[in-house]
């Protein structure tokens, strides 16, 4: 899941779109303008199903916006960022477009909105939705192959600790 937002105040900076994927390849958009009651009401329940695990890259700052503003309350079942945090502890290599690249082999999918963005302070509602729709799909594609590749990781790195651990106590 992820969301867009016009800017990262959660109080004033309006939510634009909601991604979800739910297998690699297989993504859906919701436009804010297509958040009506009765969609967010769904969107309540959704979220509330323990039968299915919702994968984010910095949830908790998603999750901060759609409690302001959409009253929906979220669960993380997996969080990509801290996941990477967990395998490697570097500063600056955690973003999504990084592991995108890094673990992915993604190109710059972003780069097709820099025209639109010429500043960081540029809206992004000023990019094209059909160009934002299309961002955001790749963003949570990426998002949910990332939760496969770095959750194998971090069984491989238990494993590895474990007999390392295993072997000191010996």
Not at 16 to 24: I, M, N, R, S
């Amino acid at each position: 899941c992820d969301i867009e937002t016009d800017g990262f105040n959660y109080e004033t900076d309006p939510i634009l779109e909601l991604g979800f994927c739910w297998t690699p390849g297989k993504a859906a958009v919701l436009p804010a303008a297509t958040a009506t009651p009765a969609v967010l009401q769904h969107l309540r329940s959704l979220f509330q199903q323990t039968s299915k695990e919702f994968v984010w890259h910095n949830g908790k700052f998603d999750a901060r916006f759609l409690k302001k503003q959409w009253n929906v309350s979220v669960r993380i079942d997996y969080d990509t960022m801290l996941a990477s945090y967990t395998l490697d502890e570097r500063r600056g290599v955690h973003s999504l477009k990084y592991l995108a690249r890094m673990k992915c082999g993604a190109d710059w999918y972003d780069k097709d909105l820099r025209k639109w963005l010429p500043t960081t302070k540029t809206p992004f509602s000023k990019v094209p939705e059909d160009v934002r729709w299309g961002y955001l799909a790749l963003d949570v594609h990426y998002t949910r192959r990332l939760r496969d590749i770095l959750r194998k990781a971090q069984e491989s790195s238990e494993e590895v600790a474990d007999r390392l651990m295993s072997d000191l106590l010996l």
